[in-house]
């Protein structure tokens, strides 16, 4: 009785696995456009909780950036 107790619940934790799909859970992108004092890490700063270095990198990374240098006017994606 106990084995297939244990059994049903494997399965059921299995079934459920396969049938959950991921969540980005941030919503829909939004986008900053950098003002003339602004560099990643103050971005990274003000629009992350936790590392700013996690921050800056998840920016570098989703905008395409090579190096650290923002332009005053430049549009980038604020990553969730």
Do not use: C
Not at 9 to 34: F, I, K, Q
Not at 43 to 66: C, F, M, P
């Amino acid at each position: 009785m106990f084995a297939k107790l244990i059994i049903m619940l494997v399965l059921a934790a299995l079934a459920v696995g396969m049938v959950a799909r991921t969540s980005h859970g941030a919503g829909p992108e939004r986008t900053y456009v950098v003002k003339p004092s602004d560099t990643l890490w103050s971005i990274a700063a003000s629009s992350y909780a936790g590392d700013t270095r996690e921050g800056v990198w998840k920016l570098q990374e989703r905008n395409h950036l090579r190096s650290a240098t923002l332009r005053p006017g430049q549009t980038i994606v604020l990553p969730g």
